[in-house]
């Protein structure tokens, strides 16, 4: 059918969100992910021991092989049911899972940097196995009306750009062909992390904090993060505190 101006729209009030939420181990991911409207986790390592007694979750068994979240997210696809919300825990262990099994595949190769004859051709294979989960799980926020959380661990890299000098900044631990997958096409990026302050002089200076955590959502140089809510400063977290999202999440 060929497209006109007949079909031109308006925005209009909440849609689904699709976001990646990422953070060090023990900062909140999962908690916050489950304050989400009817969760159901897809999980590919065992880390929703802080969501034992909450009948708002309901969570697939975890999986062994990529095929098995493929599978859990075709039959969210086909299936009724009344759940709100997808959240995938984590894209970091997905990752590993990928390569593992793209290296088990190859009798000649020992790693990843080895699979589909080396230069790279491993990791080429893992991104567009990310690919096609973002796209399975992306189209359940069109098809379902479901909200998508992506969960994934922090680590640090470095940016080397030729303008300016190198810095490091907070990103996702994923290969930097597959990371893209789940920052680029998204509704936000956003890290959990602790609220921390230095003290003391020179090389003598130790972080310092209270417990008390904040997100990071908004750009800025020191982390891959980014959201389309008009959001400019770190929110507020606590675990009995609610959905600092609540306002932008599709009910």
């Known amino acids: 059918m060929a497209i006109d101006l007949s079909q031109l729209s308006k925005p209009t009030g909440q849609r689904p969100v699709i976001m990646t939420l990422f953070g060090e181990g023990g900062m909140g991911k999962t908690t916050l992910a489950a304050m989400f409207p009817k969760p159901v986790f897809i999980r590919t390592e065992d880390g929703t021991a802080s969501l034992q007694g909450n009948e708002n979750v309901s969570m697939f068994p975890v999986a062994q092989t990529v095929q098995d979240v493929l599978d859990a997210i075709e039959a969210l696809a086909t299936q009724e049911h009344d759940h709100k919300t997808l959240v995938l825990d984590s894209i970091t262990q997905l990752a590993t ?20 004859g080396g230069y790279g051709a491993g990791y080429g294979t893992a991104s567009e196995m990310h690919r096609q989960v973002r796209d399975w799980a992306g189209s359940l926020a069109y098809e379902k009306n479901m909200n998508i959380v992506f969960i994934g661990h922090a680590d640090t890299e470095t940016m080397d750009l030729p303008d300016m000098d190198s810095y490091n900044r907070y990103s996702v631990r994923l290969h930097k062909k597959s990371i893209s997958h789940y920052t680029d096409n998204v509704d936000a990026v956003c890290m959990i992390r602790l609220v921390t302050h230095t003290r003391g002089d020179g090389d003598k200076k130790r972080a310092i904090s209270t417990g008390a955590r904040e997100i990071i959502c908004h750009p800025q140089a020191a982390s891959v993060t980014k959201n389309r809510f008009a959001i400019d400063a770190p929110l507020a977290f606590t675990f009995d505190g609610g959905n600092p999202f609540e306002q932008f999440v599709a009910k």
């Open 97 to 116: 899972m990928i390569e593992s099994e793209i290296v088990a595949a190859d009798p000649k190769a020992k790693s990843i940097n080895q699979a589909g």
